[in-house]
């Protein structure tokens, strides 16, 4: 298992659940090769709650970084987790068509593209 993967694993252990618990870890690399992590954070107002992918991604820019290699989440399932709609907005504007790499605690993994898993992207070109 890769650095980005056990960073993501890592990561999870810091998941604030307590509603759901499902408990998920993130983490994006940047072109420099830094790694930033994050974890989902739930709050009693649903609509407050902010995933692992965000977290990760939003450090990395408060942190001055701003073009993006690979991401990787990280869960408890079975079935390996995808980021969800949200996410694969902020994923696709901040990040581009990043290489998504999924892991559960068994080791089980899979990669995807941003492109695969947002194949008709809104974005700032739309706007024009």
Do not use: Y
């Amino acid at each position: 298992m890769d650095g980005l993967m056990a960073a993501a694993l890592a990561a999870r252990a810091n998941a604030l659940a307590p509603f759901s618990g499902f408990r998920v870890g993130a983490a994006v690399e940047d072109d420099n090769g830094r790694i930033h992590t994050g974890c989902n954070i739930e709050n009693a107002s649903f609509g407050l709650t902010i995933c692992a992918e965000r977290v990760a991604v939003f450090k990395a820019l408060s942190e001055g970084s701003r073009a993006f290699r690979r991401l990787a989440v990280a869960a408890d399932s079975d079935r390996l987790t995808p980021p969800c709609g949200a996410c694969r907005q902020i994923l696709w504007e901040f990040c581009g068509n990043i290489e998504v790499v999924l892991v559960n605690l068994t080791g089980n993994t899979e990669s995807h593209r941003m492109s695969d898993l947002l194949p008709e992207p809104f974005d700032a070109s739309l706007l024009r």
